[in-house]
């Protein structure tokens, strides 16, 4: 029996469109271990810091980073993971002087465990790509209390926000709704807090232990 699986409604959607009906299967996310070290942190300890864990390599629009960066002088922005293209990185980093945004950092390469501290210190992650299929590095934010901003398209939109404005996190289409929506949602208000402990509770949905349980079943199913 043949089985096509697809990580997210936004791409079993399209897989749909030509004439292929599959079983949707999230990848499992260590959601449950990074929400129980976050759980420690309240939101007024937590930096007035928006995080974006990527590939540093073209496609990705980081370039919107430092861009938003230098609209919003009173948060640090921090994009953090693996240097895949050296050039880009260094296009960021012209871009960083010319747009004088010394607010916005790179780091390169982090381990895991600065990564999680990372995002436990943050208030937003803000992820920059379009069309992604998932997006696990949103979900980890989420368990860390993040309350994700997200562009209006994929699975990121789709799938982890359910489409649902405020509910789960907030999406943009341009850059200066992007913006306006990190203006508003960096600051410590008790609707941010609030919302933050709701994403973290979403995060679990996507858990290590969900995904284990959801593939035993469609075994089983598949063994029958």
């Not at 990185?89 to 002087?97: C, I, Q, S, T």
Request: glycine letters at 6%; charged letters at 25%.
């Amino acid at each position: 029996t043949r089985v096509v699986m697809a990580n997210s409604n936004y791409v079993a959607g399209l897989l749909r469109q030509i004439g292929i009906n599959p079983i949707v299967l999230y990848p499992p996310v260590r959601s449950r271990k990074i929400l129980q070290i976050a759980s420690r942190i309240n939101w007024g300890d937590r930096e007035r810091m928006v995080i974006t864990i990527a590939r540093i390599s073209p496609g990705k629009q980081l370039e919107l980073i430092p861009l938003i960066a230098s609209k919003i002088k009173d948060a640090k922005f921090l994009l953090a993971g693996s240097l895949e293209h050296r050039g880009y990185y260094l296009d960021l980093l012209r871009l960083k002087r010319l747009l004088s945004a010394e607010n916005f950092d790179i780091l390169t390469n982090p381990d895991t465990s600065s990564l999680i501290k990372l995002l436990c210190s943050a208030r937003i992650y803000f992820h920059t790509a379009r069309h992604e299929q998932f997006g696990i590095a949103i979900v980890e934010g989420m368990a860390a209390g993040c309350i994700p901003i997200v562009h209006r398209s994929g699975g990121p939109y789709c799938d982890i926000l359910a489409e649902k404005e405020s509910s789960y996190g907030f999406a943009y289409n341009a850059l200066e709704e992007a913006v306006s929506v990190i203006k508003d949602k960096i600051g410590g208000d008790h609707n941010s807090e609030e919302l933050s402990d709701i994403v973290r509770e979403r995060s679990l949905i996507y858990d290590e232990s969900s995904f284990s349980s959801r593939i035993r079943a469609l075994v089983r199913n598949l063994l029958r």
